[in-house]
Every structure is written in structure tokens, then in C-alpha cells.
């Protein structure tokens, strides 16, 4: 059964770092997107960032460039983002999420996931 769990949510202050992670079971990395989203309370679901399959190419949004990093562990299968420089509009549930695909490029479109975790929660304050 094809299943994705996040972990390494917090607590962080402005400015800090955090390192989310993204389980996969059921399936291989290999052929599949793996994309990182956040919803804010009230607020409508967004893509962070995505990794594609063999290729492990990286697409991020225009927001988080230069300070979160996405990586990819194919022996553990397992997906990470790595997040520095937090700001206090980006606390909220991140959701890590899978996509069969042979596309090069991965996307960070909702619609386009069909797999997802429960969430893990991000919270940014001093």
C-alpha cells in the first residue's frame, strides 16, 4: 500500500531551522514525484517544493528559494526539507505528497498529487 508520513515538525523562532522528513512506503522514489506543501489556518494549500524521479530534478517556489533545500534518500526511501530562515507567515500543516509520473520536471500543483500524508505541524514565533 502506497503511503507517505511527515515527522520533524515543531516549535521554532523566527529565523530558525527546521528539517522535515517524508517516509515512503509502497512504492520507489525512483518513479515517483515526491512535493512538500504547507496550509496556513484559513488559508488555501501551496506548494513549497518538489523533487522529481530519476532524474531527482528540484522545483521551488518563488518564496522559499535560497533558504529551504529539498533532498531526496533513495536508500531510505525517504524525502526531506530542510528549512532555514523560518518567518512567522509560515507556520501552519505541511504536507509531504506523491505522484506517479515519467515527466522530467516535477510541479507544485495540488491537483496534481494524489497520494498524501497526514501533515506535520510547523509553528514560528518567538
Known amino acids: 500500500q502506497l503511503q507517505v508520513v511527515e515527522s520533524g515538525g515543531g516549535l521554532v523562532q523566527p529565523g530558525g531551522s527546521l528539517r522535515l522528513s517524508c517516509a515512503a512506503s509502497g512504492f520507489s522514489l525512483d518513479y515517483y514525484h515526491i512535493g512538500w506543501f504547507r496550509q496556513a489556518p484559513g488559508k488555501e494549500r501551496e506548494g513549497v517544493s518538489c523533487v522529481g524521479g530519476r532524474a531527482a530534478t528540484t522545483n521551488n517556489a518563488d518564496s522559499v528559494k535560497g533558504r529551504f533545500t529539498i533532498s531526496r534518500d533513495n536508500a531510505k526511501n525517504k524525502v526531506y526539507l530542510q528549512m532555514n530562515n523560518l518567518k512567522t507567515e509560515e507556520k501552519g500543516l505541511y504536507y509531504c505528497?506523491?505522484?506517479?509520473?515519467?515527466?522530467?520536471?516535477?510541479?507544485?500543483?495540488?491537483?496534481?498529487?494524489?497520494?498524501w500524508g497526514q501533515g506535520t505541524k510547523v509553528t514560528v514565533a518567538s
Open positions: 505528497a506523491a505522484r506517479f509520473s515519467y515527466n522530467y520536471y516535477c510541479q507544485l500543483r495540488v491537483s496534481e498529487y494524489s497520494n
